[in-house]
T-cell receptor
Framework: NAGVMQNPRHLVRRRGQEARLRCSPM?????VYWYRQLPEEGLKFMVY????????ESGMPKERFSAEFPKEGPSILRIQQVVRGDSAAYFC?????????????FGPGTRLTVT | AQRVTQPEKLLSVFKGAPVELKCNYS??????LFWYVQYSRQRLQLLLR??SRESIKGFTADLNKGETSFHLKKPFAQEEDSAMYYC?????????????FGKGTKLSVIP
């Protein structure tokens, strides 16, 4: 089992561009979580998804951010019209369907830099 | 809202010395507490959780509800323990899934 995969590992975008971050959960996992880590901060919850459903997006900024987890393929975190303040490390985690919020396995993260 | 505080940004100890990484939390209900570790250039991984009450790599942590603490301890530090350590909390009850993290403590073990 390759573990949670995230790509790209590093992403550079100019202000105003779109950023797409991808997360492939561990095999057999159907729960995906996205966290954001700003410099010198801890990880902060953004959104929790199951296949084709957003369960909790209470940590998502109200504008420009969206997430999906389609029936087939990876989960996508999309940031439109990026600004410098979006520069951060974005982590994805997954957990098995037996219990939501069970041990979460983390991916290596995507480091987004907005210039 | 729940909150996790790790008061030390950086902790340096000599090899063989005892280690204690502090974690305090605030939450009105009954939380689940975790310690995650991130070694250099590796992904975040679960070190231990309070409900399992086990010792991993010589580390232990006891949930003290009176002091709302979940400090991580190891009697004799090893060089390979150098890493970032994050304390995290998950709230109880239906729909509990998101983790609330502290800002982390960087442990440096001096040979």
């Amino acid at each position: 089992n390759a573990g949670v995969m995230q790509n790209p590992r590093h992403l550079v975008r100019r202000r105003g561009q779109e950023a797409r971050l991808r997360c492939s959960p561990m095999k057999g996992h159907s729960h995906v979580y996205w966290y954001r880590q700003l410099p010198e901060e801890g990880l902060k919850f953004m959104v929790y998804l199951q296949k084709e459903n957003i369960i909790d997006e209470s940590g998502m900024p109200k504008e420009r951010f969206s997430a999906e987890f389609p029936k087939e393929g990876p989960s996508i975190l999309r940031i439109q019209q990026v600004v410098r303040g979006d520069s951060a490390a974005y982590f994805c985690a997954s957990s098995p369907p037996s219990r939501a919020g069970g041990e979460q396995y983390f991916g290596p993260g995507t480091r987004l830099t907005v210039t | 809202a729940q909150r996790v505080t790790q008061p030390e940004k950086l902790l340096s100890v000599f090899k063989g010395a005892p280690v204690e990484l502090k974690c305090n939390y605030s939450y009105s209900g009954s939380p689940e507490l975790f310690w995650y570790v991130q070694y250099s250039r590796q992904r975040l991984q679960l070190l231990l959780r309070h409900i399992s009450r086990e010792s991993i790599k010589g580390f232990t942590a006891d949930l003290n509800k009176g002091e709302t603490s979940f400090h991580l301890k190891k009697p004799f530090a090893q060089e390979e323990d150098s890493a970032m350590y994050y304390c995290a909390l998950r709230t109880s009850g239906a729909g509990s899934y998101q983790l609330t993290f502290g800002k982390g403590t960087k442990l440096s073990v001096i040979p």
